[in-house]
C-alpha cells in the first residue's frame, strides 16, 4: 500500500510517494542558480523577441536510486502554453510568441518522476523587455484655435506621447519634421509646442497651419540588433483673425466720365472696399476727403458716386476726388480707413460711329473688276470710298485696317481724324493671281481709337480678276525615264508626258513636239504627249541602248517648258556566243595554260557573259581543266611532265581533241561549240636563253613585253646619260683634248663554196668563207702624229662550180611523203666562229639527261 503526502512549501509543492514495504526517495532537480540554462527553471528569465521554436532551457534533475526520470511541464488552466519539454532530455522550447507589454510573467509547473514518485514545482519564468513599441500619441491629431495677436514664443499646446517599453525603449522625445521652415518649436522633452521667438501668426497671410510632430524612443534591442522607433502625428492650428488690417479697395484705379447728356442725380461710379481682417470684418462706411467740389456726392454704404449739377457748370474737365473707406466698429465708431483717388473727366459724348460713303451716299459694299497682276503700287482707281464720323475732337478719331487674303492690298490712310478719302493700292501683285483666286473679298474696317464705345464700321470690297496669259505650260517632271525592248515593233509606245498649263481657254491648251538629236526614232502625238517609236525604226540594243532628247510643251502665245527625256533600249538574249573558227589548233606547254575566246554580241549583261565548258575530250577525259569566266585551259595539277600524260593515256600521242560549250548567261540561253586541238609538249629552252624563254612564257600577254622593254629602254638610256656626263666633267677638269677616230670599214667580199653531199639525204650547202673586212682608221684630229693605216688581208678564192643534185630518196610504205624540192642545194652563210657553250645550255642538258633517265628507270620497272 503506497501513501502520497504534500508538502506546503512557499513557491514548491513536493509530492512524496512513500512505501511502508520498502523506502524509495523521490528524484529531485538540482538548483543551478538564476543565470544557469539548466536545473528547476527557478528565476529564470526570457527575452521577448525570442524567435518561436527555439530551446530556451534545460530541465536537469536526478534520482538517489538512479533510476532513469521523465520531465514534465504544464500550465495553470485557463492560461496559454508557451513552452513544450521534452519527457527523455528535458529540453524546453518556446512554442508561442512572448509580448511583454500583455504578459510580463509567466507561471509554470515543472515535474521529475523515476516512475515511482513524482516531484511537481511552481516557478515563475520572467519575461524581459525588447525595444518592440512605438510610441503613441494620447491627444494627437486634433485641432487647435490661436489668435493671430499671440506673442511670440508663447505655449499653445502640450504634446503626450507613451511608449510601453521599459528602460530606453520607454523614453520619448518630441521633434518637429521641417523645423526650419515652420513658425513654431517644441520642447524635446515635455512636449511643449511654442511659437517661435520672433515669429508672429498673420491670418492674411496664412489661415491654417499643420505641424507634423515626431515621437522618437531613445532605443534599445531588438532580435540582437539596436532599435529606434518613432511615429508621428499631425496638429492642425486654426489662426483666429484679429482686428488688426485696414480697410483696401478693389479693382483700383478708378476713372468715371460725365457725357454731355448726363443730367443731376446720374449715378458716376461706385467704388467698393472692404475689411482688411476676412475673418471677422466690420462694415464700411464712404465719404470724400477732397476734390469733390460740391458737384458730387456718395452714397455712404453703397459708395456710388452721384452728379449734382449739369454738365455745362462743371468748371473742370478733370476731377481728381479723394474717397475714404472706414471701417465701423459694433458701437458705432469709426476706426482704420483707407483712402483712393477716383479721375471723373468731362467728355463730349460719342454718338456717332465711323461710317463709309460711296457716290450716292452711305454704302458698305464695293466692287471692281480688273486684270491679274497689276504693277505693285498702282491705285485701285475703280473704288471710290469716303469714310467720316461726325463726333468732335477724340470721338472722331480712328483706325482704317484692310482684312482680307494675304497681304496683296493696302490701304491709305490708317489714321482718320473725321473724315478722309479711302485708297487701296496693290502691294503684292504676284499673289493676285487668277489661277488662285478668280475674286478677292476684303473687309474695310474702321475703329475708334481713344473712345470708351470703340464703335466701329465695316465695308465689304469684292474684286473679280480677269485671265492673262501669264503661265508657260509645266511638265510634271522635269526628265522621264523609260525602257522598250529591243526588237519592239515600229509604232510602239515608248512614254507619255504631260504637261499643265493652269491658264483658262486658249492659254491653257498644250502642244507637244520633240527634237534633239537622240530623237530621230521616235515621234510625239501633239494633244496626248504620247511618244512612241517611227513606224520604220528597229531598236537594236548592240547598235545603240540609250537616247535622249528633249521634249516641247507650248501653248497658243509660244510659251514653252521642256523636259528630258532617257530611253534605254532593255537588251534581249538574241545572239549566242561566237568562237572565231570552229576548230581551233592550240600548243600547249607543260605549266601554262592556253586560251580561247568566243564573243557574245549581246549588249548588256548577263546576255553577253560568256562561260565555258569542257564537253568532251578525246582520247582521255581526266587531263584538262577550263576556266569558266576566263577559257583558260590548263592541265590538271597533278600533271607536271610528259611522262605522267603518257602513264594516263598508254599512249605516245600528245594530241588532244577537245570539244569545249560557250553558253551565255542570258534567258533563254545560248550556247555554241568548238573543237580545240591541242598539241602538248614540254618547255624548252630557247636559243635566246633566258629572254628567249621569257618571251615564249609571255606571249600571250604582249603588253608585259612592252613593258619590260620600255623599262630596259629607259634604264639604258639613264646609264647613257650618266656615262656622258661623268666623262664630259672628267674631260673639263684634266682639260684634255682626246683624238676622236673614225674607224671605216670596207665592203665585205662574198665568195660561195658549193660542196657536194656524201650521201643522199645531204643537202647542198653554200658555205661562205671567213674573211674579216679591211680595217682603215682615219686620223681626226689633226694634232695627233697617227698614220692611216690601211691593213689588207689575202684576196678571196674564186667559187668553185655546184655539183649535180642528189636523187631524191626511195619510198618507203608507211612513212611521211617528203616532196621534192626543186633547189637541191641551201644557202647559208659560214658561221665565223664556233658557237660559246653558256652554263645556262649546260644546265638545260643536264635536265634533259635527267628526265630521259628517270623515263627509262619507270619504264624498266613497269616491265619488270
Request: proline residues 7%.
Amino acid at each position: 500500500m503506497k501513501n502520497v503526502k504534500i508538502l506546503h512549501l512557499p513557491q514548491l509543492f513536493v509530492f512524496v510517494h512513500t512505501c511502508f514495504a520498502q523506502a524509495d526517495f523521490a528524484p529531485y532537480f538540482y538548483d543551478n542558480g538564476p543565470y544557469s540554462n539548466n536545473g528547476n527553471l527557478a528565476l529564470f528569465s526570457l527575452s521577448e523577441d525570442t524567435p518561436v521554436g527555439t530551446q530556451i532551457y534545460c530541465l536537469n534533475g536526478t534520482d538517489p536510486e538512479g533510476h532513469e526520470v521523465r520531465y514534465g511541464l504544464s500550465f495553470d488552466p485557463g492560461s496559454k502554453e508557451y513552452f513544450r519539454v521534452e519527457p527523455k532530455s528535458g529540453n524546453i522550447t518556446l512554442v508561442e510568441k512572448l509580448d511583454r507589454e500583455k504578459q510580463d510573467s509567466i507561471d509554470v509547473l515543472v515535474s521529475i518522476t523515476d516512475g515511482k514518485s513524482k516531484v511537481v514545482e511552481r516557478v515563475t519564468i520572467f519575461v524581459m523587455d525588447a525595444n518592440d513599441e512605438k510610441p503613441e500619441f494620447q491627444n494627437m491629431p486634433t485641432i487647435i484655435d490661436v489668435l493671430e495677436t499671440t506673442e511670440s514664443g508663447s505655449s499653445i499646446y502640450k504634446v503626450e506621447a507613451v511608449d510601453r517599453d521599459t528602460g530606453s525603449g520607454g523614453s520619448v522625445t518630441y521633434h518637429l519634421q521641417n523645423a526650419q521652415s515652420t513658425l513654431f518649436a517644441i520642447d524635446r522633452h515635455s512636449g511643449i509646442l511654442r511659437i517661435k521667438s520672433g515669429e508672429m501668426l498673420d491670418y492674411e497671410k496664412t489661415k491654417t497651419h499643420f505641424v507634423t510632430v515626431i515621437a522618437k524612443d531613445g532605443g534599445g534591442n531588438f532580435n540582437g540588433k539596436a532599435q529606434f522607433l518613432s511615429s508621428s502625428a499631425t496638429l492642425t492650428i486654426n489662426v483666429i483673425d484679429a482686428q488688426d488690417t485696414p480697410p483696401s479697395f478693389i479693382g483700383t484705379p478708378y476713372f468715371g466720365y460725365v457725357y454731355e447728356i448726363s443730367v443731376p442725380g446720374s449715378e458716376i461710379f461706385t467704388v467698393a472696399a472692404k475689411d482688411g481682417d476676412v475673418g471677422n470684418p466690420n462694415p464700411i462706411r464712404y465719404s470724400f476727403d477732397d476734390g469733390d467740389d460740391g458737384v458730387f456726392s456718395i452714397n455712404e454704404t453703397s459708395g456710388t458716386i452721384t452728379l449734382q449739377t449739369l454738365p455745362i457748370y462743371l468748371k473742370r474737365e478733370i476731377f481728381n476726388i479723394k474717397v475714404r473707406a472706414s471701417e465701423v466698429s459694433p458701437e458705432g465708431r469709426l476706426m482704420d480707413y483707407g483712402l483712393t483717388t477716383v479721375v471723373i473727366r468731362v467728355v463730349d459724348l460719342n454718338n456717332n460711329p465711323p461710317t463709309f460713303y460711296g457716290e450716292n451716299g452711305p454704302q458698305n459694299m464695293f466692287e471692281l473688276t480688273m486684270y491679274e497682276h497689276p504693277p505693285e503700287g498702282e491705285i485701285l482707281r475703280g473704288l471710290k470710298i469716303t469714310v467720316n464720323d461726325s463726333d468732335q475732337g477724340a470721338n472722331a478719331k480712328f483706325n482704317l485696317r484692310l482684312i482680307g487674303p494675304g497681304r496683296m492690298l493696302r490701304v491709305v490712310p490708317q489714321t482718320v481724324l473725321n473724315e478722309a478719302q479711302v485708297t487701296i493700292l496693290v502691294e503684292d501683285s504676284a499673289a493676285m493671281d487668277y489661277e488662285k483666286h478668280h475674286f478677292l473679298t476684303y473687309k474695310l474696317l474702321a475703329v475708334e481709337i481713344n473712345t470708351p464705345e470703340r464703335f466701329s464700321a465695316t465695308a465689304d470690297i469684292v474684286i473679280h480678276l480677269l485671265d492673262t496669259n501669264d503661265n508657260a505650260p509645266k511638265f510634271s517632271s522635269d526628265y522621264y525615264i523609260a525602257r522598250i525592248p529591243e526588237n519592239s515593233p515600229g509604232g510602239s509606245n515608248v512614254v507619255s508626258v504631260t504637261a499643265t498649263d493652269p491658264d483658262a481657254g486658249p492659254w491653257g491648251e498644250v502642244k507637244y513636239s520633240i527634237y534633239g538629236s537622240g530623237a530621230d526614232l521616235f515621234l510625239i502625238q501633239p494633244a496626248s504627249g504620247i511618244i512612241y517609236t517611227q513606224p520604220w525604226a528597229s531598236l537594236d540594243a548592240e547598235m545603240r541602248s540609250k537616247y535622249d532628247f528633249y521634249v516641247k510643251a507650248e501653248d497658243a502665245e509660244g510659251k514653252y517648258s521642256l523636259a528630258e527625256v532617257f530611253v534605254t533600249v532593255l537588251d534581249l538574249n538574241d545572239h549566242p556566243p561566237a568562237f572565231n573558227d570552229n576548230f581551233l589548233e592550240k600548243t600547249m606547254v607543260i605549266g601554262a595554260p592556253v586560251k580561247i575566246e568566243a564573243v557574245d554580241d549581246d549588249a548588256e549583261v548577263p546576255n553577253n557573259v560568256v562561260e565555258y565548258a569542257i564537253m568532251k575530250a578525246e582520247p582521255d577525259n581526266n587531263i584538262f581543266d577550263i576556266n569558266a569566266d576566263t577559257g583558260e585551259i590548263m592541265l590538271k595539277s597533278y600533271i607536271k611532265s610528259m611522262a605522267i600524260i603518257q602513264n594516263i593515256t598508254k599512249q605516245r600521242d600528245f594530241t588532244w581533241s577537245l570539244v569545249v560549250q560557250a553558253r551565255d548567261r542570258g534567258q533563254p540561253s545560248f550556247s555554241t561549240t568548238a573543237v580545240v586541238k591541242i598539241d602538248i609538249t614540254e618547255a624548252t629552252q630557247l636559243k635566246g636563253g633566258p629572254l628567249g624563254t621569257f618571251l615564249m612564257q609571255s606571249r600571250y600577254n604582249p603588253l608585259h613585253i612592252l613593258g619590260i622593254l620600255a623599262g630596259v629602254i629607259s634604264l639604258m638610256v639613264i646609264v647613257t646619260v650618266i656615262i656622258s656626263t661623268v666623262t664630259f666633267m672628267r674631260n673639263k677638269k684634266s682639260n684634255r683634248i682626246l683624238p676622236n677616230r673614225r674607224v671605216r670599214r670596207r665592203p665585205r667580199k662574198q665568195h660561195w663554196n658549193f660542196k657536194i653531199p656524201e650521201t643522199q639525204g645531204e643537202k647542198f650547202r653554200v658555205v661562205e668563207e671567213d674573211r674579216e673586212p679591211d680595217v682603215i682608221v682615219d686620223n681626226v684630229n689633226c694634232n695627233n702624229n697617227v698614220n692611216n693605216l690601211v691593213r689588207h688581208w689575202p684576196p678571196p678564192a674564186p667559187p668553185c662550180a655546184p655539183s649535180l643534185p642528189p636523187p631524191p630518196p626511195p619510198y618507203i610504205p608507211g612513212e611521211r611523203q617528203w616532196a621534192v624540192p626543186t633547189i637541191s642545194a641551201t644557202v647559208a652563210p659560214k658561221p665565223k666562229k664556233k658557237p660559246v657553250i653558256t652554263r645556262q645550255d649546260t644546265v638545260n642538258k643536264a635536265l634533259v639527261s635527267e628526265l630521259k633517265m628517270r623515263l627509262e628507270q619507270k619504264r624498266i620497272q613497269k616491265h619488270q
